[in-house]
C-alpha cells in the first residue's frame, strides 16, 4: 500500500464510498429541498451546478480533508510564487503570469518576470494590429486574407480551440487555419485553398524541433517561394513563436519576426503566451485580453476561496472521488454550445498529458487510479450518437454540461432547445426512470403480459450518472478565459491528489525515438531492419513504397 493509499483520508473516504455506493441522487434530491442552492458555486462569471453529484456533506468534509492532507493549497500556492514545481525538469509552472496584469510583479530566481511578458504581449498586440489593418503586407505588397498556424499538441489546440470559441469576434477577411498532422493531407488541403501571396505561417513550436511541425513549415515555405519565385519571401510570410531562438534563426527567420516565451510555460498552458498570436489575429487584441482578463479572475478565485467554495478545488476532488472510489475509467466533456468543440481535444491534452502517469513525484508507482479518459463532443450531436451509453450502458461515467444563457445569434428557438436539451439530459442522467415508471406508462399505452415485462426492463434508465452543469452568461472572451483555466487549475488540484507532477511528459518520448528508427527503414534503400520486432518488421515490409 502507497502512503496515499494508506492515509486516513483516504481510508476514510474508501468506507464512506461504501456507506453511500447504492444511495440515489433521487434520494437526495427527495430529502434536501435546498440540495440545488447548497451545492452551486460561482466564481470568475461562472455559475456551476454540482448538486448532481453522489455526495454528502460527509463525502464533502472527507474529500476536503484530503485535499488539505495532499496538501492541495501548498502546491497552489507554490505555483503561484514561481517555484520550481516541475522538480523532475526543475523549472516553474507559471502559466498565470501570463494573464496576471503587467504592472504586478512576479519575482522568480531574482528576477521580475513580469516586464518580459508584458514586452512579448504588446510585441504581439502591435504586430496584429499591423496585419489586420493591412499596414503589414506579403512580398508582394498585398494585405494579408489568411494565416496558417502550423503546430501541434499544445502549439495548435489551444489557439485552434480559441479561435472557434470566440468566431463571433473574428472578421470575415482575415481567416486563420491551422494545421497540425504530419499528413500532407492537413497541409495540402489548406494550401490547396490559399493564395500564397496573401498568406501569412506562423510556425508555432516551443522547442522548434518538433518534426510534425518543421516538416509542414519547410513544405509551406517550398509552395510560397515556389509560388512566388523568390526566396526573400519567406521574411515577409513568415513568423515563429519558440523558446528555441538558435532553432528559429537556423530556420531562417528573423528575429524580428520571433515572438518567444519561456520554459516556464508548458506546452498544454501555453495558450496565453506568444502560443496565442494566431488566436488573437482572429480575435483582435482587445478581445485576446478579455481572454487574459478571465483567466486572471479564475486564478484570483483559485488562489482566494476556501476549499469549500473553491471550484477548481472541488472540480478536482470530484473527478477523484469518481475515479478512485467509484471506479470512473472515464470522463466526459458535453459542451451544449457548437463553437466550443475543440474544447475536450484540448482538455484531453490539458488533462491526460498532465496527470495520465502511473509513477509519483518520488518515483515510485502508484497503487490507485489517476487521470481518467477524458473525451466528448458537442451536445445535441451526442445525444444521437454515444448519450445511449450513458443513460443504459454499465459505466459510472461523470460528465460536465457547459451552456451559455446568451447566444451570439439571433436564433431564439435554436437556443432554447439547445438549453432545453442540455438540462434535460443532466435530468435524465441523474433521476432516470424506474421500471415501476416505465411500467406504468406501457400499462397506460396499453401493453400487457411478456411484451410488458420487456419493455419495462429496456425502457427504464438506472440514473444516478452524476454531472456538473457550467453555466456561463455568453460565451465571449473572459467566460473562455476563465472556463479554461478552470480545468488548468482541476490539473493541478488533481495532481496534488494523487502525488504527480503534472507538468513533464515523457510518455511521449519513446514513440518519437521509435519513429526515427522506423522511418529510416522504409526507406527503400534502407538497410537489414535490425533490432526491429516481428510485427514491425513485417508492417514495414508491407508499407515501404
Ligand atoms: O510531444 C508532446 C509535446 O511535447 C507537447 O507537450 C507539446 O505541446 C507538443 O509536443 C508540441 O511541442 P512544441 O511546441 O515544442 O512543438
Same mark, same amino acid.
Request: some cysteine; aromatic content about 8%.
Given at each position: 500500500m502507497s502512503a496515499l493509499t494508506d492515509s486516513p483520508a483516504w481510508q476514510a473516504l474508501e468506507a464512506h464510498q461504501r456507506s453511500i455506493a447504492t444511495h440515489h441522487l433521487r434520494d437526495w434530491f427527495a430529502t434536501e429541498p435546498d440540495r440545488a442552492q447548497r451545492h452551486c458555486l460561482q466564481a470568475a462569471g461562472l455559475f456551476a451546478d454540482f448538486s448532481k453529484h453522489r455526495v454528502d456533506d460527509r463525502a464533502l468534509e472527507l474529500l476536503h480533508a484530503l485535499a488539505v492532507q495532499q496538501d492541495v493549497e501548498g502546491w497552489r500556492d507554490r505555483m503561484f510564487a514561481g517555484a520550481a514545481v516541475n522538480a523532475a525538469e526543475g523549472r516553474?509552472?507559471?502559466?498565470?503570469a501570463l494573464r496576471r496584469p503587467t504592472g504586478w510583479p512576479l519575482v522568480v530566481d531574482g528576477t521580475d518576470v513580469m516586464p518580459a511578458v508584458g514586452e512579448v504581449l504588446a510585441r504581439m498586440r502591435t504586430f496584429s494590429a499591423a496585419v489586420r489593418s493591412g499596414d503589414r503586407c506579403g512580398h508582394t505588397g498585398r494585405r494579408f486574407t489568411d494565416v496558417v498556424n502550423l503546430g501541434i499538441g499544445g502549439s495548435d489546440l489551444g489557439p485552434a480551440m480559441v479561435t472557434d470559441a470566440l468566431?463571433?469576434?473574428?472578421?470575415?477577411?482575415l481567416r486563420v487555419h491551422y494545421v497540425s498532422n504530419v499528413d500532407a493531407a492537413d497541409l495540402a488541403t489548406c494550401l490547396a485553398r490559399l493564395d500564397p501571396e496573401t498568406t501569412l505561417f506562423i510556425v508555432c513550436s516551443?522547442? $522548434?524541433?518538433t518534426i510534425e511541425t518543421i516538416t509542414n513549415a519547410d513544405t509551406a515555405r517550398q509552395w510560397l517561394v515556389a509560388a512566388l519565385g523568390d526566396p526573400r519571401a519567406t521574411g515577409a510570410h513568415f513568423v515563429a513563436v519558440s523558446t528555441n531562438l538558435d532553432g528559429t534563426r537556423q530556420f531562417g527567420i528573423e528575429s524580428d519576426n520571433v515572438f518567444g516565451f519561456w520554459d516556464w510555460v508548458g506546452g498544454r498552458f501555453s495558450l496565453w503566451s506568444a502560443v496565442g498570436l494566431a488566436a488573437m489575429l482572429a480575435i483582435g487584441p482587445d478581445a485576446f485580453d478579455g481572454l487574459l482578463a478571465g483567466a486572471h479572475a479564475m486564478d484570483a478565485h483559485f488562489l482566494q476561496a476556501p476549499l469549500e467554495r473553491n471550484l477548481p478545488v472541488r472540480m478536482g476532488l470530484l473527478g477523484a472521488w469518481y475515479a478512485n $472510489?467509484?471506479?470512473?475509467?472515464t470522463h466526459a466533456v458535453l459542451p451544449y454550445d457548437q463553437r466550443l468543440q475543440r474544447l475536450p481535444a484540448h482538455l484531453q491534452q490539458l488533462e491526460m498529458e498532465s496527470n495520465g502517469k502511473s509513477v509519483d513525484r518520488e518515483g515510485r508507482r502508484t497503487d490507485y487510479a489517476t487521470c481518467p479518459v477524458l473525451w466528448g463532443s458537442p451536445g445535441t450531436n451526442g445525444q444521437h450518437a454515444f448519450y445511449q451509453l450513458l443513460h443504459q450502458g454499465t459505466r459510472l461515467i461523470p460528465s460536465d454540461f457547459i451552456i451559455a444563457r446568451q447566444p451570439h445569434h439571433d436564433h431564439p428557438l435554436h437556443h432554447r432547445l439547445l438549453v432545453a436539451n442540455c438540462l434535460a439530459q443532466s435530468e435524465a442522467l441523474a433521476f432516470g426512470k424506474t421500471e415501476a415508471q416505465a411500467r406504468a406508462e406501457l400499462v397506460a399505452r396499453g401493453a400487457t403480459g411478456e411484451r410488458l415485462d420487456l419493455l419495462a426492463a429496456n425502457q427504464s434508465f438506472a440514473g444516478n450518472q452524476p454531472t456538473t452543469t457550467l453555466v456561463v452568461e455568453r460565451l465571449d472572451p473572459p467566460a473562455v478565459g476563465a472556463l479554461v483555466a478552470l480545468y488548468e487549475h482541476k490539473v493541478l488540484v488533481q495532481s496534488a491528489l494523487w502525488n504527480?507532477?503534472?507538468?513533464?511528459?515523457?510518455?511521449?518520448?519513446l514513440g518519437k525515438k521509435l519513429a526515427l528508427r522506423v522511418g529510416e527503414c522504409l526507406l527503400p534503400a534502407a538497410a537489414p531492419m535490425a533490432g526491429l520486432d516481428g510485427s514491425t518488421r513485417m508492417l514495414v515490409e508491407r508499407l515501404r513504397s
Amino acid at each position: 500500500m502507497s502512503a496515499l493509499t494508506d492515509s486516513p483520508a483516504w481510508q476514510a473516504l474508501e468506507a464512506h464510498q461504501r456507506s453511500i455506493a447504492t444511495h440515489h441522487l433521487r434520494d437526495w434530491f427527495a430529502t434536501e429541498p435546498d440540495r440545488a442552492q447548497r451545492h452551486c458555486l460561482q466564481a470568475a462569471g461562472l455559475f456551476a451546478d454540482f448538486s448532481k453529484h453522489r455526495v454528502d456533506d460527509r463525502a464533502l468534509e472527507l474529500l476536503h480533508a484530503l485535499a488539505v492532507q495532499q496538501d492541495v493549497e501548498g502546491w497552489r500556492d507554490r505555483m503561484f510564487a514561481g517555484a520550481a514545481v516541475n522538480a523532475a525538469e526543475g523549472r516553474a509552472a507559471l502559466h498565470v503570469a501570463l494573464r496576471r496584469p503587467t504592472g504586478w510583479p512576479l519575482v522568480v530566481d531574482g528576477t521580475d518576470v513580469m516586464p518580459a511578458v508584458g514586452e512579448v504581449l504588446a510585441r504581439m498586440r502591435t504586430f496584429s494590429a499591423a496585419v489586420r489593418s493591412g499596414d503589414r503586407c506579403g512580398h508582394t505588397g498585398r494585405r494579408f486574407t489568411d494565416v496558417v498556424n502550423l503546430g501541434i499538441g499544445g502549439s495548435d489546440l489551444g489557439p485552434a480551440m480559441v479561435t472557434d470559441a470566440l468566431q463571433p469576434y473574428g472578421r470575415a477577411d482575415l481567416r486563420v487555419h491551422y494545421v497540425s498532422n504530419v499528413d500532407a493531407a492537413d497541409l495540402a488541403t489548406c494550401l490547396a485553398r490559399l493564395d500564397p501571396e496573401t498568406t501569412l505561417f506562423i510556425v508555432c513550436s516551443k522547442t $522548434f524541433t518538433t518534426i510534425e511541425t518543421i516538416t509542414n513549415a519547410d513544405t509551406a515555405r517550398q509552395w510560397l517561394v515556389a509560388a512566388l519565385g523568390d526566396p526573400r519571401a519567406t521574411g515577409a510570410h513568415f513568423v515563429a513563436v519558440s523558446t528555441n531562438l538558435d532553432g528559429t534563426r537556423q530556420f531562417g527567420i528573423e528575429s524580428d519576426n520571433v515572438f518567444g516565451f519561456w520554459d516556464w510555460v508548458g506546452g498544454r498552458f501555453s495558450l496565453w503566451s506568444a502560443v496565442g498570436l494566431a488566436a488573437m489575429l482572429a480575435i483582435g487584441p482587445d478581445a485576446f485580453d478579455g481572454l487574459l482578463a478571465g483567466a486572471h479572475a479564475m486564478d484570483a478565485h483559485f488562489l482566494q476561496a476556501p476549499l469549500e467554495r473553491n471550484l477548481p478545488v472541488r472540480m478536482g476532488l470530484l473527478g477523484a472521488w469518481y475515479a478512485n $472510489f467509484f471506479g470512473a475509467a472515464t470522463h466526459a466533456v458535453l459542451p451544449y454550445d457548437q463553437r466550443l468543440q475543440r474544447l475536450p481535444a484540448h482538455l484531453q491534452q490539458l488533462e491526460m498529458e498532465s496527470n495520465g502517469k502511473s509513477v509519483d513525484r518520488e518515483g515510485r508507482r502508484t497503487d490507485y487510479a489517476t487521470c481518467p479518459v477524458l473525451w466528448g463532443s458537442p451536445g445535441t450531436n451526442g445525444q444521437h450518437a454515444f448519450y445511449q451509453l450513458l443513460h443504459q450502458g454499465t459505466r459510472l461515467i461523470p460528465s460536465d454540461f457547459i451552456i451559455a444563457r446568451q447566444p451570439h445569434h439571433d436564433h431564439p428557438l435554436h437556443h432554447r432547445l439547445l438549453v432545453a436539451n442540455c438540462l434535460a439530459q443532466s435530468e435524465a442522467l441523474a433521476f432516470g426512470k424506474t421500471e415501476a415508471q416505465a411500467r406504468a406508462e406501457l400499462v397506460a399505452r396499453g401493453a400487457t403480459g411478456e411484451r410488458l415485462d420487456l419493455l419495462a426492463a429496456n425502457q427504464s434508465f438506472a440514473g444516478n450518472q452524476p454531472t456538473t452543469t457550467l453555466v456561463v452568461e455568453r460565451l465571449d472572451p473572459p467566460a473562455v478565459g476563465a472556463l479554461v483555466a478552470l480545468y488548468e487549475h482541476k490539473v493541478l488540484v488533481q495532481s496534488a491528489l494523487w502525488n504527480l507532477n503534472p507538468f513533464d511528459q515523457w510518455g511521449v518520448e519513446l514513440g518519437k525515438k521509435l519513429a526515427l528508427r522506423v522511418g529510416e527503414c522504409l526507406l527503400p534503400a534502407a538497410a537489414p531492419m535490425a533490432g526491429l520486432d516481428g510485427s514491425t518488421r513485417m508492417l514495414v515490409e508491407r508499407l515501404r513504397s
